[in-house]
């Protein structure tokens, strides 16, 4: 058998309407997989899911909030009863909110001082928008995991893949919510790791470098130029290959993960960053 099979296996991606989950769903389908899209948006999920089938791979497109766990056991049941069985577990939901972040980079004096219309401090950072970064990302994860890791134990294996992020090595500029969450996702794949073991089902992570995404585009280049904003070009300094990420440069990682390829890894987290956490800025 070829290490990097995965013909016939079923996987679930969550968050799968978004530009790198529905890359890495296309990946596995293009790989032989059958995919489940899932998505807060139908619509989303199913386009996914007609972009795999148009390009020969078997998808079906699944509505899903991943905060609901009967939403989730509703998937895993339509999924069971389409594909009979579920090898691989993508926890790809996830994001920010503008509510869980600062305007500014740091704290200076002068804020202390006078409140600016327009500018939010650490103070002004609005709880409920930072709960729903918590939830969005850990609940987001841990709750899939029970719902479709359940079903991998009692089939005696399977793999499920997280997706950390760079925040978690060193917590970036003015994202404090979701730099915790996601250094949470990081923990928490080793803990499942160890959990999980006896039951055959692996547990790793997947922590992108950056990557222009729906979310983060015009953060990081200037919507009318197309130039690199004042944040873009500090990445652009800070990544050794002077580039951002394709989503198909994930895939390769993906499918070792997945395999047979990585059958004695667990409890990692791979950096796909272009050599960003390696890099002191020096």
């Given amino acids: 058998m070829e290490l990097f099979d995965i013909k016939g296996k079923v996987a679930v991606v969550t968050g799968g309407g978004g530009i790198l989950c529905k890359s890495m ?8 997989a059958k995919v489940a899209v899932l998505d807060l948006r139908k619509d989303a999920a199913e386009a996914a899911a007609k972009e795999i089938a148009d390009a020969g791979g078997e998808a079906i497109g699944v509505e899903c909030n991943v905060l609901v766990k009967e939403s989730l056991e509703a998937a895993c049941n339509t999924i069971l009863a389409k594909f009979g069985k579920i090898d691989i577990l993508i926890n790809g939901a996830g994001g920010n909110s503008p509510k869980a972040t600062t305007s500014k980079d740091q704290l200076t004096p002068e804020d202390c001082k006078n409140a600016v219309e327009g500018v939010k401090t650490f103070f002004d950072l609005d709880s409920d928008g930072v709960q729903f970064v918590f939830n969005l990302n850990f609940l987001g994860t841990l709750l899939p995991t029970q719902v479709f890791g359940r079903v991998l134990a009692e089939q005696g294996g399977g793999t499920i893949i997280n997706v950390s992020s760079m925040n978690a090595f060193r917590p970036l500029t003015r994202i404090p919510a979701y730099s915790a969450a996601k250094a949470g996702i990081s923990n928490f794949t080793q803990w499942l790791s160890t959990h999980f073991a006896p039951v055959n089902v692996r547990v790793n992570a997947i ?23 004042q944040r873009g070009s500090t990445i652009m300094s800070h990544t050794p290959m002077g580039r951002f990420g394709d989503p198909s440069d994930l895939c390769g990682t993906l499918l070792w993960l997945v395999s047979d390829a990585s059958a004695f890894v667990t409890g990692i987290v791979v950096p796909v960053d272009g050599g960003f956490s390696a890099f002191s800025g020096v």
């Fill in 25 to 32: 769903a296309k990946d596995l389908g293009l790989n032989g």
């Fill in 207 to 229: 922590a992108p470098g950056f990557f222009l995404t729906d979310q983060n585009r015009f953060l990081l280049t200037d919507e009318k130029t197309g130039q690199l904003t």
